[in-house]
């Protein structure tokens, strides 16, 4: 055998072996709210798969596989095109342990794209040929990073995420460990997909397989402050300006609650009665 086939025959095992998903480290499962190997055709109901952006998903060959939105559909936009394949999965819980095997085919980067997240713009791990980052808040915090993993096309990638109140871990099989603790990591998604939540090169696809999504007990594991003490941690870095928030006025919240409440007589929405003063002397007029 020529030792170009050799290095062929060894590229193919390399990208199509799928490791085992590592072990969990942070949390301790309670029960399985979803699993799924795609072995069969199944339906893809959108409470539990959602795809984004009119991107296609579709179970075929034992995966669970996204492609870019249609020409038509792209036509039709003015923004958000569909042009890499984008999916989250509302049935994943806030404090969760995620396993699953990914690759991203095709396409090619972008400066947002390829991503893995958890509730959208809240916890995000991007992947780029300068690195891969562990993002916080809208992506404005950089708090973990593995500068020397760099991801491959059509490479399977074995992962177990965790996230357990603010803290978040992410384990790679053979890759490196992504970690930490940071608030936003606590808050819920504001707009967008909520819980486990990918996005593929521009114009390229994405497979997903074996993927097990459980609850997890409140109890800490015993061994987590000491299997935390051992990971890398950074200093957060700031990467841009966050958005400015909106401030209500005080007494000023759109809730039920505030709105003016109505009195007897009068119907929801219509202005009060004003009520009719006497005229005031001449020289008290105000002028």
Not at 202 to 221: A, P
Not at 228 to 256: D, E, G, I, Y
């Amino acid at each position: 055998m020529s030792r170009l086939l050799l290095i062929a025959a060894a590229t193919f095992f390399a990208v199509t072996t799928r490791a085992q998903t590592p072990q969990p480290m942070l949390a301790i499962p309670k029960q399985i709210v979803l699993q799924a190997n795609f072995d069969q055709t199944m339906l893809l109901p959108k409470k539990t798969w959602l795809p984004r952006q009119g991107t296609r998903w579709s179970v075929q060959d034992g995966v669970l596989r996204g492609r870019q939105s249609s020409p038509e559909y792209q036509a039709a936009r003015q923004d958000h095109f569909g042009y890499e394949p984008r999916l989250s999965v509302p049935a994943t819980p806030h404090d969760f342990i995620a396993s699953f095997k990914i690759r991203f085919m095709g396409g090619r980067e972008t400066p947002i794209t390829p991503f893995i997240e958890f509730d959208h713009h809240v916890c995000r791990i991007r992947f780029s040929q300068e690195g891969t980052s562990l993002l916080a808040d809208h992506e404005v915090w950089k708090v973990a990073e593995a500068s020397d993993f760099v991801w491959k096309t059509s490479q399977w990638y074995s992962i177990t995420a965790e996230r357990r109140g603010t803290e978040f871990l992410m384990q790679i099989a053979n890759g490196p460990t992504l970690y930490a603790d940071h608030s936003a990591f606590g808050q819920t998604a504001s707009s967008g997909g909520n819980g486990l939540g990918v996005a593929g090169p521009r114009k390229g696809e994405v497979e997903i397989d074996d993927l097990t999504i459980w609850s997890i007990k409140e109890k800490m594991r015993a061994d987590w402050p000491a299997l935390r003490a051992k990971l890398p941690t950074m200093k957060p870095v700031q990467l841009k300006k966050p958005k400015p928030k909106q401030r209500l006025r005080p007494n000023s919240s759109p809730t039920r609650d505030s709105q003016p409440k109505t009195k007897v007589g009068e119907q929801q929405g219509s202005q009060p009665a004003q009520k009719t003063q006497p005229p005031k002397p001449p020289l008290l007029r105000q002028l």
